[in-house]
C-alpha cells in the first residue's frame, strides 16, 4: 500500500467516535465498507460511515447497548442498525447474502464471508473495505478501476442488475461523479438490455436518482448517452439534449450547479410538462411550482434571439417573481445562438437578481371610488388597469396612476379582455 493511501485511511479511522464503535464490536470482525473507503482513497469529502460486521444483528445491538452506545434498528430486518455516539451516526450491518430477490426486494441471509459480502455489491469501487488496523480489502479489482476511473459492475452486469433494476440508474449517476472517459461498454449493454425493468422502480427512487445523475461533476456525457439508448422514457417527456448540454455550459460559466433547472431543460417543453415531470418522478410541490414559473416565462421568451429588453424583464419580473424569470431566462438563452458568456443576457440576469418586482399602486377600492361596482365588472376592470399599467412601464407617481384609473374605469366595455403584453420576439 502506497503512503498516500496509508495516510488516507489512517485519516477515515480517525473519525470521531468510530474508535469506540470498534472498541464495542471487538470480537468480531468489522470493517468500514464502501463509499467511505472509496472517497478517502479519492481525496474527497467522506459523509456516512457504514461498516460491516460478521455477527448477526441481535449481537451487534447487545453489545453497543452494554458499551453505552444507542442503538437504533434502522433496518434490522436486513441486517442494518444505527449507532449513534459523539453526534456521529454509524450503519452497521452483518455480513449477508441474498437467497431471493425480485429487482426491489431482496431476501437475506446472515454469514461472515467478506469476500462474499463484496461480490454481492453493485461496483468495483464500492466494494473496498478496511478494518480496525488500516488493512485495505480488495476482492474484486476495485482499486484498480478507481485509478483508471472506470466504474464496472461486479461480475455479470446483467445479474448485478436484475437483483435491483435502480442499479441501471446508479450505473450512469456513478460514471457521472467518478468515472472518466467512455462508460464502460459491457456494464452500458446490460442496462439496455434490462431497461424494461426501470418499470418496476417506485417513482420516488427514479427523481431521486434523475435529480443525482443532473447534479454530477460530468452529466452531459452521461445524459446524453442515456438519452440516445432510450433509457428516458420514463421521464413522461420527450428528452432536448441539445438544450440540456448548452443549459450545463451557462451554469459552468457561472461556476453554478442546479439539477431542477438541469431537468428543465432537458425535458420542459410547456408548462404542462411540469406536472408530467411531477407525476413521473414524484417532484414536491415546491419544485412542480418553481417548474411551472420558469415555463411560464420560458413560453413569453421563446424563441429570443437576444436579451431581453428592461421593460420586458421587468414585466416577467412583476408576474412571475425573480426565481422564474431568472430560471425562464436561462432556459431562454439555452434555446438562443447567444454565446454562455453573453454580456447581454448576463447583465438581463443581474438586472433580475437585483430589482425589486414592481408594486402594485393601485386596489379595487380606487376603481369602487370612481362608482364600478363589485362582481365580475370590477375584476375586468383590474384587470385592464393592471395591463396599461404594466403598458405604461410599471409607474409609480400618484398623477399617471389616477390618469390610468381613470382610462381603466371609462375604457369601453366592449373590450373588457386584458390587452397582451408589449413584447415583440428578437430576430435572430
Request: hydrophobic share 45%; net charge neutral; with cysteine.
Amino acid at each position: 500500500m502506497t503512503a498516500e493511501r496509508e495516510e488516507a485511511l489512517k485519516a477515515l479511522l480517525d473519525r470521531p467516535g468510530l474508535h469506540k464503535v470498534f472498541a464495542a464490536l471487538e470480537g468480531d470482525e468489522l470493517r468500514i465498507v464502501g463509499g467511505a473507503v472509496r472517497n478517502a482513497l479519492l481525496g474527497q469529502p467522506v459523509a456516512d460511515i457504514d461498516l460491516a460486521v460478521a455477527a448477526e444483528p441481535q449481537v451487534v445491538v447487545e453489545k453497543a447497548e452494554r458499551a453505552g452506545v444507542r442503538v437504533v434498528p434502522t433496518g434490522i430486518d436486513h441486517g442494518t442498525v444505527t449507532l449513534i455516539l459523539e453526534g456521529a451516526h454509524f450503519e452497521v450491518t452483518s455480513l449477508r447474502e441474498d437467497v431471493e430477490t425480485d429487482g426491489r426486494r431482496a431476501i437475506v441471509r446472515f454469514g461472515g464471508d467478506f469476500a462474499a459480502d463484496a461480490r454481492r455489491r453493485d461496483f468495483t469501487i464500492n466494494a473496498l473495505s478496511v478494518d480496525a488496523q488500516g488493512r485495505l480489502y480488495d476482492y474484486v479489482g476495485g482499486l484498480d478501476d478507481l485509478a483508471t476511473r472506470r466504474v464496472r459492475f461486479i461480475g455479470d452486469p446483467q445479474q448485478r442488475i436484475a437483483e435491483d433494476y435502480l442499479r441501471i440508474l446508479r450505473f450512469f449517476r456513478f460514471s457521472g461523479i467518478y468515472g472518466e472517459g467512455p462508460l464502460d461498454a459491457e456494464g452500458f449493454a446490460a442496462c439496455i438490455a434490462q431497461r424494461a425493468g426501470i418499470a418496476n422502480l417506485s417513482r420516488e427512487r427514479l427523481g431521486g436518482e434523475m435529480l443525482k445523475i443532473l447534479a454530477s461533476p460530468r452529466p452531459c456525457a452521461v445524459v446524453e448517452a442515456m438519452s440516445k439508448a432510450g433509457l428516458l422514457s420514463f421521464l413522461g417527456v420527450a428528452p432536448w439534449p441539445a438544450r440540456y448540454r448548452r443549459l450545463t455550459a451557462l451554469l459552468e460559466t457561472r461556476r453554478a450547479a442546479d439539477a431542477l433547472l438541469s431537468l428543465a431543460s432537458l425535458a420542459l417543453h410547456s408548462e404542462p410538462d411540469s406536472e408530467r415531470l411531477t407525476e413521473s418522478l414524484r417532484l414536491s410541490r415546491a419544485q412542480k411550482r418553481r417548474l411551472a414559473g420558469m415555463a411560464k416565462v420560458a413560453a413569453a421568451w421563446h424563441g429570443a434571439g437576444e436579451a431581453p429588453a428592461a421593460a420586458h424583464l421587468r414585466e416577467q419580473l412583476f408576474l412571475h417573481g425573480a426565481q422564474a424569470a431568472r430560471d425562464g431566462l436561462m432556459l431562454v438563452q439555452a434555446e438562443s445562438p447567444a454565446a454562455p458568456e453573453d454580456q447581454e443576457f448576463l447583465a438581463a440576469d443581474a438586472f433580475l437578481r437585483d430589482t425589486p418586482a414592481p408594486k402594485v399602486p393601485f386596489a379595487a377600492t380606487d376603481l369602487i371610488a370612481r362608482g364600478v361596482k363589485q362582481g365580475a365588472g370590477l375584476g375586468a376592470g383590474l384587470k385592464r388597469l393592471q395591463a396599461a399599467w404594466i403598458r405604461a412601464g410599471f409607474p409609480q407617481d400618484p398623477k399617471t396612476i389616477a390618469a390610468l384609473i381613470d382610462e381603466s374605469c371609462g375604457a369601453d366595455r366592449r373590450d373588457s379582455a386584458p390587452q397582451e403584453s408589449g413584447w415583440t420576439r428578437p430576430r435572430h
